[in-house]
T-cell receptor, first 115, second 115 residues
Framework: GENVEQHPSTLSVQEGDSAVIKCTYSDSASNYFPWYKQELGKRPQLIIDIRSNVGEKKDQRIAVTLNKTAKHFSLHITETQPEDSAVYFCAASTGWVQGAQKLVFGQGTRLTINP | GAVVSQHPSWVICKSGTSVKIECRSLDFQATTMFWYRQFPKQSLMLMATSNEGSKATYEQGVEKDKFLINHASLTLSTLTVTSAHPEDSSFYIC???????????FGDGTRLSIL
C-alpha cells in the first residue's frame, strides 16, 4: 500500500523567511496530493492541493511542487508570518480500493515562525 | 462552504460505557465520510471509510465490533465506541467529501477521555 514520508519533523524559521516541507510517496498510482494545516486541538484545514497532471500550483504565499518521476512533492511558504506556526501534514491518495480512494498522511511537520 | 460539524467536542466517561460521535456535513451531501484517530503529536490514522447506505470498510487492525460506524444519510455518519476503555482515549476526527475528485473536509474532532 501507499506510504508517505514527511521531512523535517520540526522546522523553525525567522519571520519573513521561507519554509519548505518535503514528502515522498511510494505508490505510483497516487494522483492527488493535498496539504493540511492543523493548529493545536483544531481541525486539519486544506491549504493547497495538486493533482498529478500538474507540476506546480501556487496560491499567494503558498506553493506546491510535484515530481512524479521521483515521487516527491513539496510545500513552499514564502514571507512567513507568526500565524503560519502550526503542524502541516502532506497526504497522498491511494489507488482505488474497494470502491474508494483514501488519503495516507505523512507524519507531520511542526513549523514555528520566530518573530 | 464545505462545513463539517462534529459533536461532541469533548467527552469524559467511565470505562465500560459506549460513546457515540456524530459527524455532519452542513452544506453539502457527502457520499463518503472517513473516521480518523490521532494520538498526541502524531499523524492522522484512518480507521474506516464510510459510504452512504453501505457497510463501512475498516482499516487493518481496527475492530469493527468495537468501533461501530453508521452512515445512514448523505449528511450524517456516526461512530460508536463500544465498551470504551482507557486505551481508547484519543482524538477522533471525521472528514467528508462530495466525490472522489473533491477534497476531504474535516470536522473539529472529538477528544475522548476514558477514566
Amino acid at each position: 500500500g501507499e506510504n508517505v514520508e514527511q521531512h523535517p519533523s520540526t522546522l523553525s524559521v525567522q519571520e519573513g523567511d521561507s519554509a519548505v516541507i518535503k514528502c515522498t510517496y511510494s505508490d505510483s498510482a497516487s494522483n492527488y496530493f493535498p496539504w493540511y494545516k492543523q493548529e493545536l486541538g483544531k481541525r486539519p484545514q486544506l491549504i493547497i492541493d495538486i493533482r498529478s497532471n500538474v507540476g506546480e500550483k501556487k496560491d499567494q504565499r503558498i506553493a506546491v511542487t510535484l515530481n512524479k518521476t521521483a515521487k516527491h512533492f513539496s510545500l513552499h511558504i514564502t514571507e512567513t508570518q507568526p500565524e503560519d506556526s502550526a503542524v502541516y501534514f502532506c497526504a497522498a491518495s491511494t489507488g482505488w480500493v474497494q470502491g474508494a480512494q483514501k488519503l495516507v498522511f505523512g507524519q507531520g511537520t511542526r513549523l514555528t515562525i520566530n518573530p | 462552504g464545505a462545513v463539517v460539524s462534529q459533536h461532541p467536542s469533548w467527552v469524559i466517561c467511565k470505562s465500560g460505557t459506549s460513546v457515540k460521535i456524530e459527524c455532519r456535513s452542513l452544506d453539502f451531501q457527502a457520499t463518503t465520510m472517513f473516521w480518523y484517530r490521532q494520538f498526541p503529536k502524531q499523524s492522522l490514522m484512518l480507521m474506516a471509510t464510510s459510504n452512504e447506505g453501505s457497510k463501512a470498510t475498516y482499516e487493518q487492525g481496527v475492530e469493527k465490533d468495537k468501533f461501530l460506524i453508521n452512515h445512514a444519510s448523505l449528511t450524517l455518519s456516526t461512530l460508536t465506541v463500544t465498551s470504551a476503555h482507557p486505551e481508547d482515549s484519543s482524538f477522533y476526527i471525521c472528514s467528508a467529501r462530495v466525490s472522489p475528485r473533491e477534497p476531504q473536509h474535516f470536522g473539529d474532532g472529538t477528544r475522548l477521555s476514558i477514566l
